[in-house]
């Protein structure tokens, strides 16, 4: 898809959306349910589920999933406009990212229809939460290296035993898309699998991972875990196809996009407060990030209208998390760059949460040096394929 073919027009169903989800967002029950997430009382990084199902009550969780599983059937731009206004307003969005847009998006498109009709109007809702447990010790960026197990039983069950790491927010969710080898081909490949996991059964162990971020990872521990035929994604030995579908939904880079404009905007006020004029290296500054992050947006956009349409593009959707987790570590950078130790300091402005987070947007949901060799590969497929 090139950006000639695409429509940046905001439809004016996504003008209505915004506004309604505005009316919820500043309501006096939402800041009620922001403050006990921000109050932190669990010990971590606070529960946003309370907050979640308020938003899920008002239909405004799923805005483009189909009407029957508890979306709206709406333009992609609402959903861009609902990440935008999330982070506005301060509500957590990594879990809700995770369940709805990662996992969700792929249970839509590749689960059973009574998975469809079982998992995506709870998820819409705000009622169910969800993880992704992929990554391993030793392994990294490496999913294909996984070693944990999956054993079939005689009567069609099956019983996970490993262990995963680095995983997000695990101990807020209720199930976890877990990646293990299934024993069958000797290809590395071949031989995945994908389970929906319930994590309050017997044999799992969560464990909190400290972190330099406000976001909580978890450590996670599979000891016997048996999980029924049914809680399989998919066909047995064909998790590989899944997760490269999964990452175009995932690396979309709408929640690092989401944050830098977020973050850009309170360096503006910064900047401005008080009626003070800019310096010459602010303004430059700002032109150079507000045009990486206008080209931000449009990437996200692409993703989500191919996405949409049922193009998938892995190679366009790593370029488009590249480009906007580095934009959003940059942004943050460069804010303390500009102000020093000042812009760390408590206050209606402070990045010091920002500058946390920043060194580790470019290696979560695919390090960058990663996702460059998928979109120079993919380019020189491209350039062989036309002659060229």
Known sequence: MRFADMDFDIPDSTVEFEQRLITVLSSPKTQELLDEVHHRADGMDGDPRPLYRHLGRAGLLAPSWPKEYGGLEADPTA???????????????????????????????????????TLLPRLASGELTMCILFTEPGHGSDLAGIT???????????????????????????????????????????????FLVPLTGPGISIRPIPSLSDEQFHDVRLTNVRVEREATLGRVGEGWGLITRMFTAERNGLDYYARARYWLEQITARITQAGREPHVEELVGLAHHRARLRASHLLCYRVLQGLSQGEADIAQASLAKWHCSETAQG????????????????GPHTFDAAF???????ISGGASEVLLDIVAGARLLDHASTGG
Request: contains cysteine; aromatic residues 10%.
């Open 331 to 346: 942004i943050a950078w460069w804010a303390v760059q500009t102000w020093g130790v000042d812009a760390l300091e408590p």
């Open 79 to 117: 959903t861009v406009k609902l990440l935008e206004h999330m982070v506005q307003y301060g509500v957590p969005q990594s879990l809700y990212y995770i369940s709805v847009q990662i996992v969700g998006s792929l249970i839509l498109q590749s689960g059973t229809d009574q998975q469809r009709r």
């Open 356 to 362: 946390r987070e920043a060194p580790g947007m470019t």
């Open 148 to 194: 944990t197990s999956a054993t079939g039983n005689d009567d069609g069950s099956w019983t996970l035993d490993g262990r995963k790491t680095y995983n997000l927010k695990t101990a807020y969710a209720d199930l976890a898309l877990c990646a293990v080898r299934d024993g069958g081909e000797t290809n590395r490949y071949e031989s995945i699998t994908l």
